[in-house]
């Protein structure tokens, strides 16, 4: 079946950095554009990044740019988020997702990790 987990969140201090890793499972992971959405309690999901299948194109929400680098190794089933010049408001649950083919990068997800905490404060 499909699995995906996530870890290497933290809590951290503002200006540092983390790597989340997400570890696929159960399907033809170089097949499939591969996202990551953060959800904080009480709010909306909120789209991250996005990748496609050899990593050739990549998508950022607007105020992570120059701050986060979505990765993949598709030898390893395994995507990244390098996440750098971390904030206050980076804050947040943190879940990799696999995009439904033909949907939305943003917001068409079939599967998800159980999200793993990013927590920045000083």
């Known amino acids: ?3 995906l987990v996530e870890s290497g969140g ?10 989340l890793s ?13 996202s990551w959405f953060r959800q904080a309690p009480g709010k909306e999901r909120d789209f991250v990044a996005s990748i496609r299948w050899s ?11 120059g701050r986060f680098t979505i990765s993949r190794d598709n030898d390893r089933d395994t ?4 996440m750098n010049s971390l904030r206050p408001e980076d804050s947040s649950v ?9 949907g939305s990068y943003v917001r068409d ?5 159980q999200g793993t905490q990013v927590t920045v404060s000083s």
């Open 22 to 34: 997400c570890a696929a499972s159960g399907f033809n992971f170089s097949t499939y554009y591969m």
């Open 55 to 65: 990593g050739e194109r990549r998508y950022y929400q607007d105020s992570v740019k």
């Open 109 to 113: 997800f079939d599967y998800w990790g």
């Open 79 to 82: 995507m990244y988020l390098q």
């Open 1 to 3: 079946q499909v699995q």
């Open 10 to 19: 933290g809590l951290v201090q503002p200006g540092d950095s983390l790597r």
């Open 94 to 102: 943190y879940f990799c997702a696999r995009v439904i083919p033909g």
